[in-house]
């Protein structure tokens, strides 16, 4: 349809990048596209963090697999206005949940910016979800008011991956109100997840169903995003927004 | 550079729109393009909910300027999930504080493809951030599990408003860890905000004055997010997280 709708219905997520370094200005560019987002208020409520030092991103993720050259964290990022506030004798509020929101907003569009601009100059990415719970404070020494929102690693890939399936859109679009799916709209819709079952080596099915997993849905919870993972993360999530001062609750 | 890039670079947040409706294909490649974001274990923890019924729009803004046919509310959606979870025998515990960001990540993400997708198209966008506090399950009749995330509105420009200065990128943006700002590179990165308040004509910065008003700063806080207006929306947002049943603490 055009570049751009092209670039975007394309994307892929990339996990083995070559051991080659962004070119400085292409880095410049793609952080500079960033932040040409929409921003709240035209305030830019976040930081955008490169590490390329391979301890600090090991600090991170002690994960080989994780070999991209550049690593780059959007964080909400209330300290600076903070800091702009104060030096104008105007008073700084934005500690609320409804800041840590529009910030952590602003950070990932921006970050989904850089993410578009890296793809269309033929580099690849990967989101990393866990960031969020992630010591961000303790290894960039990032000081308060200041959220791990979202994280990509970025490289030229060693890899192409097909496209991996959606939802159909009528599972995810809805028109002037949520229509609540039936049971066998559900079971149509994740169709694609299913299919992934019936693709398993009889060997790896039986691995699962020796811990008494027997289908996709299952496999999601209990045999990979377990409770115990969950409220891992989200002690995390507690500690980080604790650390970045944020208010959860109106005082 | 490319027309990606230049696509990106060009964003201009549009106010008014022409009394034109977006093409049935047209919203449906945006959305498409928006569905196909990165998105958590490819589970996709979201809903974009297309809303064209002036009564519905109104219910959420009552703003005549507001006049864009068409308004896209991106909601972090674990209701599908657990449907579909529930229909397979799996447990359903995504409902914690790592859940909902990393669904508002999800959503917020995808509604930028769409927004990046409608640019490309000749079509203007707005975020609209106040979505966050509205009462979203009162309109569109959302179940639990489903949270307001993001909004913006979209339809033919109206208006082509020059491109808004942001922050240099040396303020935005760190290398290797967080460099804490001196107060003089603070007063150079918001330089473009203190020249708004020298553009103003004398008269509203007398008006601006009379209300003890003295900086682009002040303006910023008492004179425009004050903190009642933060303390509001943030009782919205609470109001929202609990009619949703997303969890603040662990317990």
């Known amino acids: 349809m055009n570049a751009v709708i092209d670039c975007l219905m394309n994307h892929r997520s990339i996990r083995k990048f070559l051991d080659k370094p962004i070119e400085p200005d292409i880095l410049d560019t ?7 987002a929409a921003t709240a208020g035209n305030l830019q409520h976040y930081s955008l963090i490169v590490v390329d030092d391979p301890a600090k991103k090991r600090a991170f993720w002690d994960d080989e697999m994780l070999d991209a050259p550049t690593m780059i964290i959007a964080a909400v990022d209330e300290y600076r206005l903070k800091r702009w506030f104060e030096l104008n004798g105007a008073p700084f509020y934005f500690d609320q949940i409804s800041n840590l929101l529009i910030g952590y907003w602003d950070a ?5 910016n850089v993410v578009v601009a890296a793809e269309s100059l033929g580099l690849g990415t990967v989101y990393l979800g866990e960031i969020i719970s992630k010591d961000m404070a303790g290894i960039l020494g990032t000081p308060a008011y200041v959220f791990p ?7 030229y890939p060693d890899e192409s991956p097909d496209l991996r399936p959606r939802l159909p859109l009528e599972a995810v679009v809805h028109h002037n109100g949520y229509r609540i799916p039936t049971d066998d709209q559900i079971c149509a ?3 694609s997840k299913d299919e992934r079952w019936l693709l398993l080596t009889e060997e790896t099915r039986q691995k699962f ?5 027997t289908n996709w849905a299952q496999r999601t919870t209990i045999g990979h995003y377990t409770q115990e993972f969950v409220i891992e993360d989200s002690a995390g999530v507690l500690r980080n ?4 001062k944020f208010r959860l609750t109106l005082e």
């Not at 793609?30 to 040409?36: D, E, F, N, V, Y």
């Not at 929102?149 to 490289?155: D, I, M, P, Q, S």
């Open 189 to 191: 819709y994740f169709k």
């Open 209 to 213: 169903m020796d811990k008494g997993i």
């Open 108 to 112: 990932v569009i921006a970050l989904q």
């Open 241 to 244: 927004l604790a650390t970045a």
């Open 30 to 36: 793609i952080l500079q596209a960033g932040t040409r």
């Open 149 to 155: 929102a979202g994280c990509v690693l970025v490289g």
